[in-house]
């Protein structure tokens, strides 16, 4: 059984700082994730100076700054910061990760050695970015929130254009908005992304708990990314739709669980573990009152009673009319060898 890959979003939420990204890393290890993912942006290249806020931004901050640049700029993380936690998560045994921006930062990426690429929802439809990530040949993910399906059709037109096949491409299902309503998950457009398009699903979470995700792997999702802080109280703009060290831990635990529940295979029967319990809590046939030899057996002779090691009451209509061989006392268990 292949599991479920689960990516734990630290995102921005170091909000700049090098030793709060590392003890994110820390939580990620004790949660018992996969991957632990950062963004790799440089502001001048994003977003425009005069870029304002989106709304969930402009709350979640509370600056008095509408400038998104500027928030921005104060969370990005240098050549030496990468260098640095890629080091730390090798040395504590998780898989670093991060998500680029824009072309520059797609073949940043490439150079440090990543071995698959992440496209956020904000660049499927910028046309040079899919077509970067595309000439670096890795396997891709692609967050699909505020996207139509024909937009996801035009992303993986470019993406196979330029030389990754569809078996290389995993699609998730995302809503971006900061913390998702639960009325505007829409879990099942994942699944219409499996049937339309044929590829490995997965989703990408912002709303608040982990109910969600856990559905989604109930329903089929092979990836699992969500959105963890240290604090969500703390300033910055996706603290409030992420996971607390505690939560995350709890997702994992969740989802390794909900795995196992549906990796049988299928077929109806009694399990391993149970099937000690089949004559414990089933019934067999038995007498319910003194009876000699050669008494022919009526309805209110016999009774279902616990264990079930004996005739079972599903053979009772067989049972009635036959004539007994042995002299029979009250609750002793009917066996065929009783019977003529």
């Not at 339309?196 to 709303?207: A, L, N, R």
Request: glycine share 6%; net charge negative.
């Amino acid at each position: 059984m292949n599991k479920v890959v689960i990516i734990a979003e630290a995102g921005v939420n170091h909000n700049g700082d090098i030793n709060v990204a590392m003890k994110l890393i820390d939580a990620a290890v004790d949660a018992g994730v996969d991957y632990v993912k950062f963004q790799t942006f440089k502001a001048d290249s994003l977003v425009s100076k005069l870029a304002k806020k989106a709304e969930y931004q402009s709350v979640n901050v509370n600056d008095g700054d509408d400038s998104q640049y500027a928030m921005l700029k104060n969370l990005e993380l240098s050549h030496e910061d990468h260098l640095q936690l890629m080091s730390y998560c090798s040395e504590r045994n998780i898989k670093f990760f991060s998500t680029a921006f824009d072309v520059e930062g797609v073949n940043y990426l490439n150079d440090l050695g990543l071995s698959f690429f992440k496209i956020p929802s904000g660049e499927i439809t910028n046309y040079p970015y899919l077509k970067a990530v595309a000439l670096c040949g890795k396997p891709v993910i692609m967050s699909t929130g505020m996207c139509s399906e024909i937009e996801i059709k035009n992303a993986l037109e470019v993406l196979m254009k330029f030389g990754i096949s569809k078996e290389k491409i995993s699609i998730l299902h995302c809503n971006t908005e900061y913390p998702t309503p639960m009325k505007d998950v829409n879990l099942k457009a994942m699944l219409a992304i499996q049937k339309t398009f044929d590829v490995e699903i997965g989703y990408s979470d912002h709303t608040l708990g982990i109910e969600v995700p856990i559905a989604a792997v109930a329903i089929g999702a092979r990836i699992i990314e969500k959105h963890f802080t240290l604090d969500r109280t703390l300033p910055g703009p996706d603290h409030v739709a992420s996971l607390e060290p505690d939560e995350l831990k709890n997702m994992v635990k969740a989802i390794r669980n909900i795995e196992l529940a549906i990796s049988g295979d299928g077929d109806k029967k009694p399990s391993e573990s149970e099937t000690k319990n089949i004559a414990i809590a089933r019934k067999s046939i038995f007498i319910n009152k003194r009876l000699e030899k050669g008494h022919t057996i009526t309805d209110s002779d016999i009774v279902s009673l616990r264990p079930g090691d004996g005739i079972s009451p599903m053979e009772w209509e067989n049972i009635v009319g036959k004539k007994l061989v042995v002299d029979k006392n009250e609750f002793d268990k009917l066996l065929f060898s009783d019977i003529g």
